[in-house]
């Protein structure tokens, strides 16, 4: 939570310090050099950072702005919010990525520490090293097709967030498609967070990740704000092997019919 909170401090200072760069003219801009300084996005207007390029403060997206990092370094954090959109594909984004209020983002790649997605914000993971934890509320949506977590995931007040991949196992039982992990037996505790507890359910999750990554994470589903548990399901893709068994099985049928004809 605190992460959250100075996440928001990070967004007002963007919106209110005269010590940033703005980019707020409809157009497109390129990063290749340092900026010293916080960095700020709005508008229909687009900045790509290239892996010469350094932000040496945070940065912050907004009212339909467009972030797209293909590498370079992000040192005090990228936020998000009202309708802004981060696209990651390489790079590095310290210490949090924080995206808030109908925001979109699409990570293929690069290293990230903790994630807080919030407030009906849509995302999905397709690559990266994620260093930290992973923090989705509010009414989030999120996909996770590959990656490497270092960190926990904590589903909150009705965040929505899908595994897809093969193999999983919630506390050594097998998972099945279009499962939810409140279909199976999870351990009852307490979440202790800011110096309040909350009522938990938890779990340990391995599994492989549709890019094929290893993952082995434990999960934390509870009510923070009121609106009602998180939501952790599965979309289990089949193995090769288990294809080519049911494409054997599909010829067998068609040579079947041929022969009584």
């Known amino acids: 939570m605190k992460k959250y909170l100075v996440a928001l401090l990070m967004l007002f200072g963007l919106s209110h310090c005269t010590m940033a760069s703005y980019w707020n003219d409809g157009g497109t801009h390129d990063v290749i050099t340092t900026i010293d300084r916080n960095c700020s996005i709005r508008g229909v207007t687009t900045v790509n950072l290239y892996d010469t390029g350094i932000v040496t403060g945070g940065l912050g997206v907004f009212d339909w702005g467009t972030i797209n990092i293909y590498g370079g370094v992000i040192y005090d954090g990228l936020s998000a919010v009202q309708n802004g959109k981060i696209n990651i594909y390489s790079g590095v984004v310290t210490p949090f990525l924080f995206a ?3 925001t979109n983002t699409q990570i293929h ?3 990230i520490g903790a994630i807080t997605f919030e407030g009906n914000t849509t995302c999905t993971i397709s690559n990266a090293h994620v260093q930290d934890d992973v923090y989705l509320s509010l009414y989030s949506d999120t996909k996770v097709h590959g990656g490497i977590f270092d960190g926990e995931f904590y589903i909150y007040d009705k965040a929505c967030c899908v595994f897809e991949g093969s193999e999983f196992y919630i506390n050594n039982q097998e998972v099945y498609d279009g499962s939810h992990a409140n279909d ?3 351990t009852e505790t307490t979440l202790r967070l800011d110096g309040i507890k909350y009522h938990c359910w938890t779990g340990a999750l391995t599994g492989v990740l549709a890019d094929g990554s290893a993952l082995d994470t434990t ?3 509870y009510d923070y704000y009121g609106h009602g548990y998180g939501d952790l399901s599965f979309s289990v893709i089949p193995e ?4 080519s068994l049911f494409g054997i099985g599909i010829l067998a049928v068609f040579r079947r019919k041929n022969i009584g004809n």
């Open 100 to 102: 808030f209020d109908y």
């Open 109 to 111: 790649g690069g290293t």
């Open 184 to 186: 199976f037996q999870l």
């Open 219 to 221: 999960f934390y589903l």
């Open 240 to 243: 090769p092997a288990t294809l």
